[in-house]
Structures are given as structure tokens and as C-alpha cells.
């Protein structure tokens, strides 16, 4: 009886004694997280205690040049990017094909920016952002950020959204949409960044895997629709120039915008959508440089936009938002390239 309540009174002094020194050390010292990152050199810190909020990081960027490094499976981070209006049809779909991506989810964040949209399409992105943050942790994406931004953006009910004088003012929008999305999206673990519309309904599950191991600056599959039997090009905004194409910008106001395939302005640009299976070439990964770009599925080396190529929403070489990053991402020295056999398809 007298020896089991001293083992009790020493086992209180003792637990009393850790709870003190416990005490102690939380409250008075500054406690650092160490978040997980690249590789340990690129880890960010940060410094907190009871009194302030004081808060430093230190990263290390000079690994971001995208070249995933096969000996680091937290390597090769991806960022995927959607902008969506009145899109509350097609976020069952969207959420389904890229749960279906064969790379690993965890290095796969995705970000959304919603604009002027009253048919719930930001409701039905929480409640999927929602859902699949309960899933399994070999599924689970690394993070997904929704944010809302409106534009007030809308065309007169009489005005056809593909028409050519109001393409340029859309255009303008969505270049702002692409841009907020972008600045507010991307940090400094991307290294690249894939431009997915909300509307690209089919692709192949590989698609990360296979467009990354090509290793380019700015990259896009070709994109098409199709139907139960009949298949053709979409996005007419992979192009290349043409010497007909250089002579018609010579004499041309700078603030003159182009876009394609409206007959009031023939530009006289090799589309992508025709290459397909050229000169009897099939080869999947057959490359062709290209000079201006789509947004439908559009991969970019991360460094390419911190370096600074945006969506210009002004002319930029006559190209505005998707052609002007890729004229933009030309003249600070990268390369452009398509896919011209490689299909996703785009919603009809
Ligand atoms: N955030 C935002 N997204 C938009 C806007 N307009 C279109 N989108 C989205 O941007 C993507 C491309 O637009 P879409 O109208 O399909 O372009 P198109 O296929 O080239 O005619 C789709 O995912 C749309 O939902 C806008 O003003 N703001
Ligand atoms: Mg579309």
C-alpha cells in the first residue's frame, strides 16, 4: 500500500515536471514548421511564437527549370489551370478525366477562377473541391484553389460570341481572367503549368506524363471535336506564320489585332488542325515549331511565365491573350511547339 502511493507520488512529480518544461519551451521559444518541398534546398521556413507573427522564407528557385529529377518523386509539380463562365455542365466531366491522370495526384494542383457566372458553377466547384479532399491519399490532388473574379463581361443577347468584332473584346477578358488566374495561382514549387479549359472533354489519361517527358518551353496537343462518327479541328489558334502571313503584318497599324478564321481578315497562318498525319507522317510525338498558341490544353514551363510571358490583354505583335503568350514567350528567347497528331477533344 505504502510503496505503490510513493510510485504514484513520484510518477505525479515526474509528469509534472515534463508539463513545466513542456510549458516553457512552447511559449517562450519561436517554433519553426519546415514545410515539404522540391528537394531540401528549396524548403521554405517559417518562424512563429505566441507574441507576433513574424514570419520569413527562404526558397531557393534555382531548380525550376522543369526537368524532373527522376531521383525526387516530390519533383515535377504541376499546376493546372481552368477559367470558367456559365461551365456548371461540365465540372462533373472535368473533375472525372483528371481524377483519371496517371501522374501522381499529389504533385497536381488545380486552380479554377470563375467569372460572371449565375447558373452555379462556383457552387458545384466547392462542393467537387469539396469531394475530393475526402478520397484516398494516393488519389487526392496536392492542393485546389477556386477563385472568383468577376468582369462583368456580357455580350448583348444579339451578339454571336465567335463574331469578329466582339472576339477582340472577349479576347481582352478572357486575357485578364487567364492573368489573375495565373498570378494568383502560381508558386514557387510549379514547374509547369498546363492551361486545361473546362470544355476539353477527352484526352488521354497519360497526358501529363507524356507532353512533360517532351521537355519544351510551351507545348499543345492538336484540339478537336468529334462525334459518335465524325471527328474535325477546333482550336484554330495553333498556328504557324507564313511568308504571305509576315508580309500582310509589315504594312499593318501596330494596334491591329488578328485572330483566325474570320473571313473580313485572312491571315493567311498554317493552322495546326490541318497538319494532322501530314506527308503521311503519324508519329504520336511528331513536333512542329509553331508561332501562335490556343488555351483549350496548353502546357508551359513555369519559368517561361515567371520570366514574364503572359496573356497580353493589349496587342502584342498583333496577338492578343493565348497567340500573344506564345509571341511574348518567342521573343524572351523559348521555343513553341505543337502536337499535330496528338488529339484531345474539345465539347461540340
Ligand atoms: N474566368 C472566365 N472564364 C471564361 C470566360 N469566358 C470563357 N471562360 C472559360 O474559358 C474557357 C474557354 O472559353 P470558351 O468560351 O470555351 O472559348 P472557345 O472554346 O475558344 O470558344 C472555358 O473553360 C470557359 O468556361 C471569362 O470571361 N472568365
Ligand atoms: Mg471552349
Redesign the pocket.
Known sequence: MLLSSRIQLTGIALASCFLLYYFFTSSSLPSVQWNSCSDDSSRTSSTTNSHSSNHYSYINMNNDNGQSDKNNNESGHVLIL??????VQ?IDRFFDNVNKMTYPHHLISLGF????STDGTIEKLRERAEQETRVEDWRRFHSISIFQ?D?K?DLASNED??AFEVQVR?RN??AK?RNT?LSAALSEKHEWVLWL???VTDYPDTLLQELISLDKDVLVPNCYWHSYNEEGGY?KNNWQETPESWKLQEDMPEDQVLVEGYPELVTHRKLMIDMRHENGNTDLFHAVPLDGV???CTLVRARVHRDGAIFPAFPFHHQVETEGLAKMATSLGYQVWGLPNYLVY?FI
Request: net charge neutral; charged share 30%.
Open positions: 481552368t477559367p470558367f463562365k456559365q461551365s461540365f477562377l470563375v467569372s460572371d473574379k468582369f463581361f460570341r465567335h472577349r477578358i478572357m481572367s488566374l479549359d473546362g470544355d482550336d490556343g488555351g483549350t474539345h
